[in-house]
C-alpha cells in the first residue's frame, strides 16, 4: 500500500479535466505536478514553473486526465448471490414465494453471517477487482447483512482490510438499521434499542466506520426510529447517512437534512420540500440508477428540484445482490444519462466532486486542484462525454492513487 511518500513526478501530455465546482474546467495539454502524493502544481504544459525542470515526467502522448472516480454507496462486503432468484423470477416465481422459501434478503443475511472473514474477503475481491478497473480510487463500504453485532463488525472488518490491501481509499459506514432481522421480526424498536445502546458505541469505540446509515422505508424503519439511530450516531460523534424516498415518500431526505446528513441516497420519491431541505443542510442526493435499472422502476429521482435547488447529485454503483449488481461504474454514468437524463458532465461530477462531498472528503478529494491528494485517471479519449457514453468495456489505461501508478 502506498503510505510510503511516492516521489516527484510530472504528469503531462494529456487535457486536465479538474471537475472543480462539479464542471469539467478543462486545461488543454495540461501538466501536474505531483509531490508527497499530493498535487503540487498543474495548469498548461506550456506555463510549467521553471523550478519543477529535472523532474522525472511521465508523457502521456494524449488523451484526458480526470480526478480518480469515487463509489460512494456500496454493499461490496455479502456472501452468497441472488442471481438464482433473479432467474426464477424470469421464469414467474413472485418476489413474495421467494421471500417465503427463505429468499430475498434474509438468504443474504444467512450466506453473510455463515461466512468466515477470509472468504467475505476473497468474495468481496472478486467484484472489486471489476470495479477497480474502471478507474476506482475511493469506496465507501456498508454493513448490513450481518445484522448481528458479531457479523455487523466482521463485514466492517473486511471492508477495512481492503483498503490495507489495496492501493484504494476506503470510507466504512455502519448500515445495522437495514433490515429487521429475524431474530426480531415484529418488535424493530428492540432491534433499535440495541444498535443505539451498544452497537453504534461499540463500532464508534473501535473506530471501524466512518459514517452510520440507515433504511427509511415502510419494509425496515420509520423516520422516528432513524431518528433514533440518528442521534446515537451523533452522540458517538459519527456522521450520519440515509437510504431515502426509494419506493415511498415518507420524510426520510427531509430528516437526514435535519442531521445534517452527508447523503441522502435514492430518492425516487422525493419532493420539492426535500429538496429544499437538503440544500439548506448541504446533504448530497446520491442517485442510484442501477438499482432503478434492475427493479424496472419508472419513478425517477426529481433531478429538476435537485438542480432547481442547487442540491450536489452523486452517482455509485449501489452494487449488492439483491438490487444492483453492478461490477462497473461507468456503466452507471450512463444509466444516470440514459434514465434520469443527467449530462455527461453531472455524472461526471456524481463519481468525482460530489461523491467525495458525499463522503465527507471534499477537502482532500474529488477534483484536480493544487493540495488535494494525487488521485487520477488517464483515459485515451478525446472528451470526458466518452465516460458517459461508451457501454461498458474497459476505458481507463493508467490509474494513480496518492501519486503512485497503480
Ligand atoms: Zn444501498
Known amino acids: ?74 454493499h461490496l462486503v455479502f456472501g452468497g448471490d441472488r442471481s438464482l432468484e433473479f432467474e426464477q423470477r424470469l421464469n414467474g416465481v413472485s418476489y413474495a414465494e421467494i421471500a417465503a422459501a427463505g429468499g430475498g434478503i434474509l438468504s443474504t443475511v444467512n450466506a453473510t453471517r455463515a461466512a468466515s472473514e477470509d472468504e467475505l474477503l476473497a468474495l468481496a475481491e472478486q467484484r ?35 483498503g490495507k ?116 443542510s448541504g ?8 438499482a432503478c435499472y434492475m427493479l424496472r422502476e419508472t419513478q425517477f429521482p426529481p433531478v429538476a428540484h435537485f438542480r432547481r435547488h442547487g442540491v450536489p447529485m452523486a452517482l455509485a454503483s449501489d452494487i449488492n445482490p439483491g438490487t444492483s449488481p453492478a461490477c462497473s461504474l461507468r456503466l452507471m454514468l450512463n444509466m444516470a444519462c440514459t434514465l434520469f437524463r443527467l449530462t455527461p458532465e453531472e455524472a461526471l461530477a456524481g463519481v468525482t466532486t460530489h461523491a467525495a462531498k458525499a463522503l465527507g472528503l471534499s477537502d482532500s478529494l474529488g477534483t484536480l486542484e493544487a493540495g488535494k491528494q494525487a488521485d487520477f485517471v488517464h483515459w485515451p479519449v478525446n472528451h470526458p462525454a466518452e465516460l458517459s457514453y461508451w457501454l461498458g468495456g474497459q476505458i481507463a489505461n493508467t490509474v494513480v492513487f496518492r501519486g503512485e501508478q497503480r
Open 128 to 162: 472489486l477487482k471489476l470495479l477497480l478497473a474502471d478507474g476506482i480510487t475511493c469506496m465507501e463500504i456498508k454493513s448490513g447483512y450481518g445484522l448481528t453485532l458479531e457479523s455487523e463488525l466482521k463485514m466492517l472488518r473486511v471492508a477495512k482490510r481492503i
Open 283 to 290: 446533504t448530497v442526493a446520491v442517485l442510484l440508477p442501477g
Open 1 to 74: 500500500m502506498s503510505e510510503a511518500p511516492s516521489q516527484s513526478r510530472i504528469w503531462a501530455g494529456a487535457s486536465l479535466v479538474t471537475m472543480t465546482q462539479g464542471r469539467y474546467h478543462i486545461i488543454a495539454d495540461g501538466a501536474m505536478v505531483v509531490n508527497q502524493g499530493r498535487i503540487a502544481w498543474l495548469g498548461p504544459r506550456a506555463s510549467l514553473p521553471a523550478r519543477f525542470n529535472g523532474m522525472p515526467r511521465h508523457d502521456f502522448g494524449g488523451g484526458i486526465i480526470t480526478p480518480g472516480l469515487i463509489d460512494c454507496h456500496t
Open 165 to 280: 490491501k489495496y492501493a484504494l481509499q476506503v470510507r466504512t459506514t455502519l448500515l445495522a438499521a437495514h433490515a429487521v432481522p429475524p431474530e426480531y421480526q415484529g418488535r424493530p424498536d428492540d432491534y433499535i434499542d440495541l444498535i443505539c445502546q451498544h452497537w453504534i458505541p461499540q463500532v464508534a469505540a473501535q473506530g471501524l466506520a466512518d459514517a452510520v446509515d440507515g433504511f427509511c422505508e415502510h419494509l425496515a424503519f420509520s423516520p422516528a426510529q432513524i431518528a433514533r439511530v440518528f442521534d446515537a450516531a451523533h452522540q458517538a460523534g459519527l456522521p450520519v447517512k440515509l437510504h431515502a424516498e426509494q419506493l415511498s415518500s415518507l420524510g426520510g431526505s427531509t430528516l437526514a437534512a435535519r442531521y445534517q446528513a452527508l447523503s441522502a441516497d435514492h430518492l425516487e420519491y422525493a419532493t420539492d420540500r426535500d429538496a429544499a431541505a437538503m440544500a439548506k
